[in-house]
């Protein structure tokens, strides 16, 4: 049996989905990069059942292997205080933040083993897109490492379409590293993808309802 066969996604609804969570993050964040000292902290137990915060994870049949955040409407006034810098300063963020209905998406870590395998972090993508759509919005914003070597920054830009747009020396994490902030337009995304005719696009979109599709055509 294939590994794509194998895996599934859930959004963490209860304590059981947590602890799934941490095992992840305390492999990843805790044990490997040393972001964090407390893996529990990422994930506390009030985020369980919030209407604004979704935690995604992966398994590979009843094991758990990657983890996804999205945080919906979150606050962005916080990047001003981590010393926001932007790379294109003809962007205007208070109209884009005006505009737009905004998520955040991070906190994104798949084990070691199974970084290689892009249908994981494509299948914790889906879930992701799919709800964030459902819901309306039409952007997501992220932060990925720059000197990291598993950040998912090519994915995000060479597969999905995110857009550097600033950089910014501090954060929530315990690193050193630069932090390069991303944009993605969602319905531009799915233009691009549908356009490209891949299999990710087929992946992420394959069982939509034709209302969801519609949202962005």
Request: proline share 4%; net charge negative.
């Amino acid at each position: 049996m294939s590994l794509r066969d194998q895996i599934s996604v859930f959004r963490i609804e209860d304590e059981t989905g947590r602890e799934k969570a941490r095992e992840v993050l305390a492999t990843t964040y805790r044990e490997e990069k040393h972001w964090v000292e407390d893996e529990g902290g990422q994930i506390p137990a009030e985020d369980v059942g919030r209407k604004d915060i979704s935690w995604f994870v992966v398994c590979a049949e009843d094991k758990p292997i990657g983890v996804l955040r999205v945080l919906y409407d979150p606050p962005l006034e916080l990047y001003a205080q981590y010393g926001f810098k932007l790379i294109d300063e003809g962007i205007d963020v208070e109209a884009f933040i005006q505009n737009n209905k905004i998520a955040e998406i991070g906190r994104f870590a798949v084990l070691p083993g199974y970084r290689k395998h892009i249908v994981v972090v494509a299948a914790l993508m889906k879930s992701a897109v799919t709800e964030t759509i459902e819901r309306g919005y039409t952007h997501y914003i992220t932060d990925v490492f720059e000197d990291d070597p598993h950040s998912p920054l090519k994915f995000h830009t060479r597969v999905m379409g995110f857009q550097p747009v600033a950089t910014h020396d501090v954060g929530e994490l315990n690193s050193k590293s630069r932090r390069i902030t991303l944009i993605l337009d969602l319905k531009a995304a799915y233009g691009r993808l549908k356009t490209k005719g891949n299999w990710i696009f087929r992946f992420l979109t394959g069982d939509w309802p034709e209302a969801l599709h519609r949202r962005l055509a």
